[in-house]
């Protein structure tokens, strides 16, 4: 997977933190604040998912984004332009039916809960073959109303290859 | 057989390293609401970590085959644990559930008789989902582990988190996503566990089957597993020493009588027993109270100090200070934008790994005031170089983010400061928009909240206190920083036109938004005593105040939702601080209103009181059933506000001026630990019986000055005339 491009400068100041962290804490703490991160990190993307289709792209999630709740408006947003709710089509999974974007209000919330599955599928024209494709998500719920999002980056392989 | 419908209220059970979370209807499934949607949190955590999802157990014999709730019969609590009577095909079933302490992890047990028929084979089949994350991290069911049997145990990793099952019984086949496995190795997706063992039940003989999930920090498996063997071999060792604990802790905390009030009597020992089921030993050397259940049982910095509190007027001095040590050793010496760290700051969450993250505007500032409120209620000692080192670090923390020419403090920008020091790091980013993280941390409460400026200027005198004189003139200069806090609270947050505080000031202008914040001004009594009552008042209106606590926003404002969480909801802690500040004006009857509410929860909700209710009906709502925030601050203000209790141990002074209702009677306190002694109240309208038992002579003044009552004799003091 293409994890994008790493600032030199923020890799120089993570080593910095990460050995503060170690000689303050000990590297017991580094390492299970990494394993926190690196749970997260591969929680919620489903590795290998992104794909072109016929009319966009498609990708999964294996995790809600964060935090759990009955969320009440979904901003998605491709390459940093904001895509139509009615472009997005979701389902908790195989076999399960797909809806709108666009539908999900608060009296028609989409739910998550822990390990919850998602499918998206985004009508579009997003770039050309495998050029990577930044991909970001927002929630928000009424019972806790600042935005939860979810960002990647990765190289879209094309419908019906092997991930 | 038909069931019985389960329990309203959830069952909590806890070691200091382990909880078991249950509904009561039969296995450990506790479906919630949680955000406004539905999520089973029964299960098992070790160690702050979640160790399974739900744990459930179906039994099998020959064609027939039942889930546990099923069959259940009966259920109680026992000591130590929890217990559910079940009957099925001939089977008399005792189900016998308790969190263990000696190694972290969920013992349950079940023990069959047949008193008829012929003997018969059986089948239990223990089932799960492993989480093997913090709970901190709610929303995230990993997806993949690495799953090793050893002898007739399973082991389950998740990076560095682990999980261990041990047995009384072989099993006889292990499924996997309810597939037949072998055993041996796996690594890879794990949505469903099961674990079957089989049982013969001669008739006329007991035969138990008993299973140990426990874990948490994968390192400290290896170590525990003889322990875990003896423990599920025979439990009633373990499940003593945990019951024993607790009511080690209880028989110690003082005893609250209120003859008038045996509702709030009752409250006093429900909020006590909660509270203590919050105490928390978690491993790595930490020592704490955990937030709350289901989904914050983590040591949270804050939320521990609104605990310690309580925890210092049930006379845990051990605990508290320990307590404090734990959040001390996390104090950032350094900047990490990483974690959201500055020189000075404390922690916002600490649990075993060590995992630990700051970003917050209020938690270093509790700590000052915990400093000196040990102090002034254990006698001793004064604070060592290591303590005062870290004192001076909080404090300068403080200064950094104060405003020299107003001496307000800032909040705000913590969460974003992490997102940017992360921002190009990561394959893949995730974050919460929070602008704010006060105790309202959901909502935007920029530049200078004022409940924040209150706390800066405590913090400020009791650093100024604990340090004494020196040569630098720090205590000086900290008082005199402290001085103008209280002006600008004073000058700048009065709001005439609804004769309340404003919530903040943001870009130089006040934020008109009336919240039960201000109320913390009037319990530090920074306003005047007519302006006092004028803002008690005003927060009685019932726009914010309600039947059943205090909003979190008025009702009144635009941005107003009663679902929202810190913009609508109500919370018991802000109906904890209208007690407080009602009690503090002079306001008895109201103020005893508010501890009401509160104390009718325990009644209602079995012992626990709930995190928050919805702003527009009495209904818990994306809710904690038990909360720190909702236990500890009940207590403090029964011993601070209506006993009018103030204690001194170093001096030794003891004052009282009860704000009881007028139509008491009478109110006692016995086992009161004061110092290296223990003293006992008893009031009457008329005078107060004080009877002291420690070292020397116990000053006491109830409003005329003190008087010395000698150890071991009762002494009467007249309350004095006005």
Known sequence: MDVGSHHPGGLLSLLRQGLTIGVQFGTQSLEALLWVAQSIEEGIYADGSLRRTPDGIAFELDNPILRVGAFSDLSLRVNGTQVPGDRVRLRSGEGTEWRLGSSIRRDAPWELRPGDRSEFEVQGSFGHDTDPITVRIELRTPAIPPVVWFEFTEKPVQEGAAR | MSSPSPPK??????????AALLDGAGDLSLPREMRGTTVDWGGVMGQCVRLTGPWRVSLRSGERETTLPETLVSAERIRGGWRSHHRWGGYDLVQTIAAVGEVP?????????????TSADLTVVSSFAPFLLPVLVEGLRPCSFQLQTEADDLRIRQRGFGLAVTSNVAPSELLLNRASWIGGKYRGRVDELAIEYPLDVPVART????SLIYG???RDIEPATALARGVVGEPSAAIGAVA????HWLAAAPVLRFPDAPALEGAYRSACAALRRLYSSPGDGLVGLVAGYPWYSAIWGRDLAWMLWAVLWVGDFEWASRSIDSVLRFQSRSRVPILGGEPGELAMQVSPGPIFFYGTSDTTLYYPLLIDGLLRHSGGPAPGPDRLRALRDMIAWGEGRTDPATG???????????????????????????????IWDSTDRRDHAVDIQVLWYRSLRAAASLVGTSPDHESDRWCALADRTAEAIRSRYRWDEEGYLYDSIRGGAPVGQLRPNALRAVSAGLLDPAFTKTVVRRAARDDLTTSWGLRTLSSSDPKYDPVAYHDGEVWTIATAWAADAALVAGEADLGWRYLSTIADRYDREAGWANECYRGDRDAPFDSCFLLGFSVAPFLTVLFERLWGLYVDARLPLLRVSPRFPASWRSASIDRLRFGHGVVALDWTPARLRVTWEGPGDLAVDVGAGPVAVASGTPCDLPWPTS
């Open chain 2, 9 to 18: 209220s959830p069952v909590l059970l806890t070691s200091l390293s382990s």
């Open chain 2, 408 to 438: 307000l403090l800032r909040n705000g920008g913590e969460a974003e400061e992490i997102s940017t020091a992360t921002a190009s790091l990561a394959r893949v980013r995730a974050g919460i928009n929070s602008p704010d993280t006060t």
């Open chain 2, 244 to 247: 024993g604990a607790d009511e």
């Open chain 2, 207 to 210: 035969v138990a089957w008993r």
């Open chain 2, 105 to 117: 992890g969920v013992v349950r047990s079940l023990d069959f008789a047949r008193t008829e028929g």
């Open chain 2, 216 to 218: 948490g920090l994968e």
